[in-house]
Each structure stands twice: as C-alpha cells, then as structure tokens.
C-alpha cells in the first residue's frame, strides 16, 4: 500500500499554453449584469496576464459582490470620484485600489455604465507560469516546498496582484474583455461542481450580507478552506 504521507498535498495545477490561448475572452455582456450574478458566473473562469511572450494564468476560486450605491461597502456607495471612476463607466474594465499602503486588489465593473457594481477576485488557483509568479511573490518553489508553497501564490487578493503584476498605474481601467489587452478573463469550459456562499471578509460595513463565493473544497481559496 502506498504511504499517505508520500501523497501530494495538493495537485500540481497545469495548463498548456495553447490552451490559455484557445480560451474564449468573456464578452461585455457577460460583465453588463448584476454583481452577484457576475460573481458566481466568475468562479471556474480564467485570469490571464501577457508579459511579452510568457503567460500567467490562475483560475478564480473565490470573489466577492459589491452592489454600488446600494451597498455601504463599496467604492461607488457614495457616487463617482476620480478614484472609482472606473465603477461608472462600461462593465468589464479593470479596478485596482491599494489597501494598507501596500496591496492591491484588483475588481472587474459589472452592472450597464452609469450604474456601479464590482466584484474583488479574491483567490486564484495557479494554472500556468508557476515559477514566474512564485518569484514575483518572492516564493522559491523547490522540490521540497513546491507543493506546500502552491497556495502562498495567489490566495488572498494581494497575494494574487503581486503574483500577476497588477498595480492601479499599470491595470487601472483596461478592458478584461479585449484579447489585445495584456490582462483578461477567458473561459476554458471548466464549471465549479458546487459553489459555497458566506459572508464577506475584511468590511466593517453590511458584513452580514452574504456576498462572498468560493468554489466548495477548493484548497487555493483564501483563509479556513470551506467545503
């Protein structure tokens, strides 16, 4: 019998290149809806960024709804601002904020323009460029800690900015759903078998709604995996 313990942890993600690049950008429609809608519909999907001729990629695992000005919790709660202009105009464009002087979290518009809505990508499961976006992170993935080391990658909404390279001067407003773009959201088929709900993290504000979605099981998610 095979000892358990010499079983891997987690599975090694892969994704061939050619797959990355066979995947259907989502389109304008997808995004021109209400945010929890979007939210669930983004589970599963991919997060591509171009860097020249590399490719990174993560599948989104977990996110979360903000519903704009009717939620005192978003960004576009209290009416357009330089800031979160991008909340205003058309869906499917990039909103990147930093939070505590040092991450960045990086949002996608929904909802048609002039009516706010966003959802924050929260956690991403690596499917392709592992070694680059282990550096970006600072992370040495080795024989010995490769595994282990998977999930400091992209779980958690900074983690997977730095691991991307997205930061509000560079991806402030671009448009996930153009494949000219060198970051976008692509669907390669895969759908979640079940979707867990919860409340969302880190608000002080409507922290009882429950507005965050994660794909049940998934080990890259951010915190306690749920099942």
Not at 176 to 197: C, E, K, N
Request: charge should be positive; charged fraction near 20%; aromatic fraction near 8%.
């Amino acid at each position: 019998m095979r000892d358990s313990k010499l079983r891997p942890e987690l599975p090694e993600p892969v994704l061939t290149a050619q797959l990355l690049r066979a995947a259907s950008p989502l389109t304008r429609g997808f995004f021109s809806r209400d945010a929890v809608t979007v939210a669930r519909g983004l589970l599963g999907k991919l997060l591509i960024r171009r860097e020249g001729c590399k490719l990174l990629a993560g599948r989104i695992v977990e996110d979360e709804a903000y519903l704009g000005a009717l939620d005192p919790a978003a960004h576009a709660y209290t009416g357009p601002t330089l800031r979160n202009a991008v909340l205003f105009g058309p869906p499917g464009h990039v909103y990147v904020y930093l939070i505590y002087g040092n991450y960045y979290c990086t949002n996608v518009s929904c909802m048609p323009e002039g009516d706010a809505g966003s959802v924050l990508l929260r956690a991403l499961e690596p499917v392709f460029g592992l070694d680059a976006m282990a550096e970006a992170r600072g992370l040495e993935l080795t024989a010995q800690s490769r595994i282990s080391q998977l999930r400091s990658i992209s779980s958690g909404p900074g983690r997977m900015s730095e691991a991307l390279g997205i930061t509000r001067a560079r991806d402030n407003g671009k448009d996930f759903t153009a494949r000219q773009s060198d970051l976008w959201i692509a669907d390669d088929g895969y759908r979640p078998q079940q979707i867990s709900i919860t409340t969302r993290i880190g608000i002080k504000k409507a922290v009882a709604e429950p507005l965050r979605f994660v794909i049940a099981g998934n080990p890259y998610v951010s915190g306690r995996r749920i099942l």
